[in-house]
């Protein structure tokens, strides 16, 4: 018994290295998931509220870009304004209110932190459960898609952004109407994703590639437009590379899109059907 | 003693604050971000006992975690870095010198020792760290070169820190 205790405290550093190194790798493992929520994490009330007065200091300096996307996105809504359109017969315009119900809503929030050079990157914002936010929502911003909501917390949310090694979308291509799903490519690159489609599909250079509407997203939002064609990694799948739409390096403000009719879709997807 | 506690404090939270508000931000080609924040394990005194130094690590590396969002991933490399740095001050530091170098900085252990010292802490760090956020083989020859770069860009910085602080007198 002396001679374990000399031993131990001979070699203390190697025992005391292996203590602190299993509890740290055990917390990397057991958290590191995301689902569980952590105090360890930008969601608390401290690493929150520091990052938010960062993040009011920092949006000073691009307050003239912000204005100026702002001023393009109102552009373009005012475009889709039913007043807008020219109306040449009479008939093809006559619309009964009650035909549209609200789908989806969306809810206004300020990024207070964001990273992108990370292998997994997530960003947090001011709205939480408080204002509606909850878990698997979809996030949105003026120029295109920007991930899923991870966590939320009463005032914060974390959302897994699409520069995430394990992000995936459901994705279509806007003239050939293919379905594949979407991921972030291989190498980091913040400004670049992958497409996914079926051997048949006939992406073209260029062509848009936008939201199929199978999940959380309304269709048509974009996640960028094909910059090469060549397939990686040869598979079974087609794999074309995509230039984001969204500049994930100077995000602002997002839109976390509420689908009122999400729990019913999952509800009824969930049964087994025979 | 006294005013070695209150000057690590300061250079714990200065630290701190750098790597996760200005440092994070900053990084080249995808290739190479710098975790600049080790550099508060590497002065800490010679003369530190091994416990402390071990807790000291663990709650650097968790206070750098809660701001990435990657719980136990910082802590588990920076205990890695302490036990790295035990073993290099045991081989090259004679027990006897600790009564006049009392912190391993760049003014009081010349050029040549800090210089080997930095390298090869940050590379154990930094190897240890992006291989563990990676955690696939497939990618590791893109996981070495990011190794590679990073410990360059952390060990300049470490450097250029360790020049702005120098005191001439204390040189031998």
């Known amino acids: 018994m002396r001679n374990l205790l000399i031993f131990i405290t001979k070699y203390n550093a190697f025992f005391l290295f292996l203590i602190f190194e299993v509890s740290a790798l055990l917390i990397y493992i057991k958290y590191n998931s995301f689902q569980k929520a952590t105090f360890i994490n930008s969601q608390n009330q401290v690493t929150g509220s520091l990052y938010a007065q960062v993040s009011q200091f920092k949006g000073y300096l691009s307050l003239k870009e912000q204005n100026d996307s702002l001023a393009h996105e109102n552009a373009k809504l005012r475009g889709m304004l ?16 009650t035909v549209y119900k609200q789908q989806y809503t969306y809810v206004v929030a300020r990024v207070i932190n964001n990273s992108t050079n990370q292998s997994n990157n997530y960003i947090t914002i001011n709205r939480g459960s408080r204002d509606g936010i ?3 929502m979809g996030v949105i911003c003026g120029t295109g898609v920007v991930g899923m909501v991870a966590a939320v917390s009463d005032h914060y949310a974390i959302i897994k952004s699409l520069l995430h090694s394990k992000s995936q979308f459901s994705a279509m291509l806007s003239k050939d109407k293919s379905v594949g799903s979407f991921t972030w490519g291989t190498d980091l690159n913040p400004r670049q994703g992958l497409l996914s489609l079926q051997n048949d599909a006939k992406p073209t250079m260029g062509e848009t590639v936008i939201t199929s509407g199978y999940s959380l997203f309304p269709t048509g939002i974009p996640f960028g437009k094909i910059t090469s064609l060549h397939a990686k990694e040869g598979g079974l799948l087609l794999n074309v590379e995509v230039g984001l739409a969204v500049d994930f390096t100077k995000l602002q403000y997002i839109y976390v899109v509420v689908n009122k009719y999400a729990q019913e879709q999952a509800g009824l997807e969930a049964v087994e059907v025979k | 003693m006294g005013r070695t506690i209150i000057i690590n404090a300061i250079r714990f939270l200065v630290l701190v604050f750098m790597q996760v508000f200005l440092l994070k931000n900053i990084v080249f080609y995808n290739l190479s971000t710098t975790y600049f924040y080790i550099l508060f394990i590497l002065l800490l005194p010679f003369e530190i006992p091994n416990l402390l130094l071990f807790v000291l690590s663990f709650i650097l590396g968790l206070t750098v975690d809660a701001f990435y969002d990657t719980p136990g991933l910082h802590a588990a490399a920076c205990v890695v870095l302490a036990l790295v740095r035990i073993l290099f001050i045991n081989i090259t530091v004679q027990k006897e010198g600790f009564d006049n170098e009392p912190e391993p900085t760049l003014s009081i252990m010349g050029f040549r020792w800090f210089f080997t010292y930095a390298a090869i802490l940050t590379l154990a760090h930094h190897f240890f760290l992006l291989n563990l956020e990676v955690f696939r083989f497939s990618e590791i020859e893109y996981t070495l070169s990011r190794v ?8 300049f910085l470490i450097l250029v820190s360790g020049l702005l602080f120098f005191k001439r007198k204390e040189r031998k």
């Open chain 1, 82 to 97: 039913k007043t807008s359109f020219y109306v040449d017969t009479a008939e093809k315009h006559k619309v009964v209110d």
């Open chain 1, 134 to 136: 909850a878990k698997d």
């Open chain 2, 148 to 155: 590679v770069l990073s410990s360059v860009f952390t060990v």
